[in-house]
């Protein structure tokens, strides 16, 4: 069976960015495939709303697990018959020092935030390439455009994800697939909930527009590079940061 | 054995046909390149198409995809993959085998000899996706 609606695939989609890129999808009247390591309350709910799972579904995965991943990309072929769309979102944050930081987070930051990226992607495409189009959206970071410090593993992982993006662009192209970056800057989120009124205020201050981000400034960059509407726009890196100057 | 020989020609030709739609079969010995004019984006597609079909991917371990260069080659590599069927207890897998609750034997239509027309083989490419 091949749904009529559009699927995407959204890693990491229970909270934070991921959970607004999900909801957003779905308000868009696509079908949202996620996964992450437990349920969320979030998760629950979209769960309850679609008990024949004709929206939306979900699974618990290890997004360090490529097996799973490639595992996990398979259901949702089998089960909606096609994936029109995919969103990279899973990231894990391990601020410091590098020289203060134990081995097992940075290993955990390569593999959650570009390894999984990367295999995910190679499973998604093993659809898309049948059907001859797709669209991917890799949620980036600032980070990865100007230096900061306490998080150059994080940086690192997060500009991978830039050059997996402007080479497979090339690569898949041909065949009708289209891959670009979305860079958010300081948003409203998990990974921004513990700054201080004062930390919020001066991030504010050096941006022009005065303001962090909302999750739904960036989810609504994401549908935009998914659509139609960005049909030929690829390889491409957008930061959504209200023009912070650093 | 000739039914999935039969199913990996009639993907190959469809993938070629995009390109080249005057070519009306293909042959297990024609060169990928060289005779059938495809890219290795294209043998990737073809692959991706015969992972969705056959619920295999004898590249991920078994198979260098750098051998490849006829269809003849992809049928002696799903061959290898489909051979573990039959593989003693303890061996390990020698390819990625995909869980879906369908038989080898039920992914491939009866045996036909010859060499398939157009038709048919397109016919065969599509209408196997829907079993």
């Known amino acids: 069976m091949t749904a009529e609606r559009q699927v995407a695939i959204v890693s990491g989609g229970s909270r934070g960015l991921g959970r607004a890129i999900v909801a957003d999808l779905l308000r868009r009247d696509m079908i949202v495939a996620a996964f992450s390591r437990s349920k969320t309350p979030f998760i629950e ?3 309850a709303a ?3 799972v004709e929206s939306f579904h979900w699974a618990s995965i290890d ?9 996990f990309a398979r259901d949702v072929l089998r089960r909606y018959g096609r994936i029109d769309a995919l969103v990279n979102n899973m990231a894990t944050l391990g601020d410091g020092l590098l020289t203060m930081m134990r081995d097992a987070d940075i290993h955990a930051q390569v593999s959650m935030n570009l390894e999984s990226a990367i295999f995910l992607t190679r499973a998604c495409l093993k659809g898309m ?3 001859g189009s797709g669209s991917i959206v890799n949620i980036s970071s600032v980070n990865a455009l100007r230096g900061q410090t306490g998080v150059s593993v994080y940086s690192a992982t997060k500009a991978a994800l830039i050059g997996l993006t402007k080479s497979l662009a090339v690569e898949v192209g041909p065949a009708g697939i289209r891959i670009n970056c979305v860079a958010p800057g300081y948003f409203d989120s998990d990974m921004t909930g513990g700054f201080t009124d004062d930390q919020r205020a001066r991030i504010a201050r050096r941006t022009p527009l005065r303001r962090l981000g909302t999750v739904e400034d960036v989810a609504n960059l994401v549908w935009f590079l998914l659509s139609p509407e ?3 726009i690829t390889a491409q890196v957008i930061a959504v940061d209200g023009g912070f100057v650093g | 054995m000739e039914n999935l020989n039969e199913t990996i020609l009639a993907v190959v030709l469809d993938v070629v046909q995009e390109k080249s739609p005057e070519i009306e079969a293909v042959r297990p010995d024609q060169m990928l390149v060289e005779d059938l004019g495809l890219r290795s984006l294209d043998l990737a597609r073809i692959i991706a198409k015969l992972e969705m079909k056959l619920d295999v991917d004898p590249f991920a371990e078994l198979v260098a995809v750098t051998s490849i260069r006829t269809p003849g080659d992809l049928s002696a590599a799903y061959a290898k993959c489909f051979s573990t069927d039959e593989e003693p207890k303890g061996t390990g897998p020698i390819c990625a085998k995909h869980p ?12 036909r000899a010859g060499l398939a027309s157009q038709r048919e083989l397109r016919q065969k490419a ?3 996706q829907s079993q």
């Open chain 1, 129 to 131: 390439l049948p059907q």
């Open chain 1, 63 to 71: 997004g360090a697990d490529p097996q799973a991943l490639a595992g």
């Open chain 1, 230 to 232: 960005a049909a030929f």
């Open chain 1, 45 to 47: 709910q979209r769960l």
């Open chain 2, 126 to 128: 599509r209408g196997e």
């Open chain 1, 50 to 52: 679609d008990p024949r």
């Open chain 2, 100 to 111: 879906s609750g369908r038989s080898a034997a039920n992914r491939t239509r009866p045996p």
